[in-house]
């Protein structure tokens, strides 16, 4: 029997876990991100997943992260700003229809200057962190938008953003490049990166350069894709090397797109270790458990 629901609730997924202390018993996702939701439709879209869970004789508390918490989800968390633990140490609760629930969100993250947010990462920082006691460096969570995170005596310092992931869907799925690109070639990757990395002013013409040496020298598609993406990353490096330069780096994320990064920065002879995404999530909800109201009275609608 499950004692609580962990919930990680993108923009465009849904995941959650059915969890008795931290051991997951029941899991389960969908399509149901913050995105394609009215405020009115959370409720229904987490029963739809955890209905069959849930005793009838109890509360069970929820705690999320993620998009539901920002100003168009399903109740906004406020911002929490660096420097800070990663968690804050107060939830969001939000209000239920369904008794035997009572969902509490944690809160993103918010940088003044230069200002950046962050929602659903600082909960795998915190899980890192769980993991990794008195752990100091930089930790890189890739993605559609990538983050990295200066991490210092247990508090998030400072973190930047970059949209590499997001160009690269564009670039390959919508612009001129689509009809070059597909596949991956590890050779092609590294070729772009140290492109990228070497010459970033460069980046708008080496995009192009795919294009042409694709219609001119029948480039292979598989190599011209890693190299997009090499391209990108080499000057998401290049910009974040204030970052990543005499630390060691922690790489969060699913082996996809995790790896690219963590050979990027290899070649850079910068000391890396990657990490699971989801089991950091996890660690980092069970972490933020602790932070639970003693009364479980679900919020009013």
Avoid at 11 to 16: A, E, I, K
Avoid at 37 to 65: G, Q
Avoid at 122 to 128: D, K, L, M, R, S
Wanted: with cysteine.
């Amino acid at each position: 029997m499950i004692d609580w629901i962990a919930a990680d609730w993108g923009t465009s997924h849904l995941r959650v876990w059915g969890m008795a202390s931290d051991t997951v018993v029941h899991a389960a996702e969908s399509g149901q991100g913050m995105s394609r939701l009215t405020r009115a439709e959370f409720e229904p879209a987490l029963l739809a997943l955890t209905s069959d869970w849930l005793p009838e004789d109890r509360i069970t508390p929820v705690v999320a992260c993620g998009m539901l918490g920002s100003q168009q989800g399903w109740v906004e968390a406020p911002y929490t700003t660096v420097p800070c633990v990663p968690l804050g140490n107060t939830l969001a609760c939000a209000p239920t229809r369904d008794l035997r629930l009572s969902v509490h969100v944690v809160p993103g993250l918010k940088q003044l200057s230069p200002a950046d947010v962050m929602r659903g990462e600082e909960t795998q920082v915190a899980g890192f962190l769980a993991r990794n006691p008195g752990w100091d460096g930089v930790i890189c969570l890739p993605g559609t938008h990538s983050k990295w995170v200066h991490v210092s005596a247990g508090e998030v310092v400072s973190f930047q953003t970059f949209m590499t992931g997001e160009i690269f869907a564009l670039l390959s799925e919508h612009s001129i490049l689509r009809h070059s690109v597909s596949g991956w070639d590890e050779q092609g990757f590294v070729h772009g990166f140290d492109q990228g990395m070497e010459r970033p002013e460069r980046l708008l013409a080496r995009l192009f350069s795919i294009r042409a040496e694709t219609l001119l020298q029948g480039q292979d598609a598989a190599f011209a894709r890693a190299r997009l993406s090499g391209l990108l990353i080499g000057a998401e490096l290049a910009a974040s090397k204030p970052y990543w330069l005499g630390q060691r780096v922690a790489v969060i994320g699913a082996q996809t797109i995790a790896h690219p990064y963590a050979t990027a920065l290899a070649r850079l002879s910068v000391p890396v270790g990657t990490y699971d995404a989801t089991e950091l999530t996890l660690a980092g909800l069970f972490a933020a458990r602790a932070f639970l109201p003693q009364d479980q009275t679900p919020c009013a609608h």
